[in-house]
């Protein structure tokens, strides 16, 4: 059970728009930094987005992060094929389950 | 460009102490104030954090893994080092070593190492 709650899977046609959800609490997201990790098959997990909503150089603009509360969301636009992996939002933790915790990961499926 | 990689037995028996080595290029696990860390993923499963040796040599541990996981440093070697003690099958896992600092979190991974507990 991973402190940070993300939907199971996800999905999207080319070109489309679409969100993947990270739901915490106020001793992670609600005081710290939510950051996004892409993980392609059978690869190691690649920093997507840091501080809420800072891209690493090379990552396109295509993926944007927000958070609001004890929530934070990561966007991709304009979908493609290469997009599908998964994907696992983290926070540092000021509580007893801390301090990093993990979603546990959103398997994007492109259609 | 920092590069990790890990190294170590891809198999250990139960109860046994796996043992896996972190050796980093391109940066020193001494300077800088970076938190050189363990992760792991059961196969099929989530990310786990494990736990971090900071810069200045202190640490923490995962609290559910905190009484079996020791991790150090060598600075002469610039590597770091997990010991996970009394390993079960739910060790099987592929393990990875990251940098992480409190602006990027993980901002660089090694390739990662699976290990399996089995007998």
């Known amino acids: 059970q991973s402190v940070l709650t993300q939907p199971p899977s996800a999905s999207g046609t080319p070109g489309q728009r679409v969100t993947i959800s990270c739901s915490g609490s106020s001793s992670n997201i609600g005081s710290n930094y939510v950051y996004w990790y892409q993980q392609l098959p059978g690869t190691a997990p690649k920093l997507l987005i840091y501080?809420?909503?800072q891209r690493p150089s090379g990552v396109p603009d295509r993926f944007s992060g927000s958070k609001s509360g004890t929530s934070a969301s990561l966007a991709i636009s304009g979908l493609r094929s290469e997009d599908e992996a998964d994907y696992y939002c983290?926070?540092?933790?000021?509580?007893?389950?801390?301090?990093?915790?993990f979603g546990g990961g959103t398997k994007l499926t492109v259609l | 460009q920092v590069q990790l990689q890990e190294s170590g037995p891809g198999l250990v028996k139960p109860s046994e102490t796996l043992s896996l080595t972190c050796t980093v290029s391109g940066g020193s696990v001494s300077s800088g104030s970076y938190y050189w860390s363990w992760i792991r993923q059961p196969p099929g499963k989530g990310l786990e954090w494990i736990g971090y040796?900071?810069?200045?040599?202190?640490?923490n541990y995962n609290p559910s893994l905190k009484s079996r996981v020791t991790i150090s440093v060598d600075t002469s070697k610039n590597q770091f080092s997990l010991k996970l003690s009394s390993v079960t099958a739910a060790d099987t896992a592929v393990y990875y070593c990251a940098r992480a600092d409190t602006a990027t979190l993980f901002d660089y991974w090694g390739q990662g190492t699976l290990v399996t507990v089995s007998s």
């Open positions: 040796i900071y810069y200045s040599g202190s640490t």
């Open positions: 501080r809420n909503n």
């Open positions: 983290a926070a540092w933790d000021d509580s007893l389950s801390g301090p990093v915790v």
